[in-house]
């Protein structure tokens, strides 16, 4: 399976991994790190050497109950970093996480080359025209209402039918409009009970019917630490263990916080192939 990505064709019959990079202070892990520019700068330069793909950087909390930002504010933090980011890093692929089209049309002005929505153009009626007409990769999520609400939206007959039918009604609305590289992501934590994580996890092999790469992000979210009775800070193992067990299910993409600890789950498992 392959990926055109800033002129570039990346085979993803290797996954890869993509770091996150939080610029809100309020993130269930990372909220506030990253203070200074050059913190940043210091952050993606780790994450790049220790084999990140993508660089995936973000001004909008998206846990449960976040306060919400406005337009200028997010644009405010990804837009100077995204453009020091291309300055240290020239080929560097970033990722803006974003569901605000005019953000994301900005963002990749600045030098972004992939858009990563959390809710698949559904909180934003122009975001899958944009993305057409930027011609960039577009990272589609599962989610039911917004970040505010999703917590009480989470009653399905069959997650896994209902997501599939979801993923299958808005890649079809993205290619009507000729978006050519879409990825879906399962959304795990969105709108989603624990219970209800783990069911799309065991089934996730499912979501190769769609013929797309599948991102699968759980680092470090309250499906491990909950289980675990701990804290994010203390989910490190248990997001390798998902990560693996998402990569024998045909994960292509990781969304991680900890890079070095993912690409290795990759290089293990490509000693199975």
Known sequence: ?????????????????????????????????????????????????????????????????????????????????????????????????????????????AGACMINDISAGMLDDQMLPTVARLQVPYIMMHMRGTPQTMTTLTDYQDIV??????????????????????????????????EQNYTVLQRLELFQFHKVPVLVGVSRKSMIYNVLKTTPQEALNGTTVLNTIALQKGAQLLRVHDVKEAVECVQLLQQFQ
């Open 1 to 109: 399976m392959m990926l055109q990505c800033r002129g570039q064709l990346l085979d993803l019959s290797t996954p890869k991994v993509m770091g996150i990079v939080n610029l809100t202070p309020d993130s269930f892990y990372d909220g506030g790190k990253l203070q200074h520019p050059d913190q940043v700068v210091a952050q993606v330069q780790q994450m790049l050497a220790e084999g990140a793909t993508f660089i995936d950087v973000g001004g909008y909390s998206s846990r449960p109950n976040a306060s919400p930002v406005t337009e200028e504010e997010e644009c405010q933090r990804v837009l100077p970093i995204i453009e020091n980011l291309v300055h240290h890093f020239p080929d560097i692929l970033i990722s803006i996480d974003t569901f605000r089209s005019s953000v994301a049309e900005a963002a990749v002005q």
């Open 161 to 194: 039918k209902e997501i599939q039918y979801y993923f299958s009604e808005r890649i079809a609305v993205a290619r009507a409009l000729g978006i050519n590289d879409v990825i879906i992501d399962p959304g795990f934590g969105f709108a989603k009970t624990l």
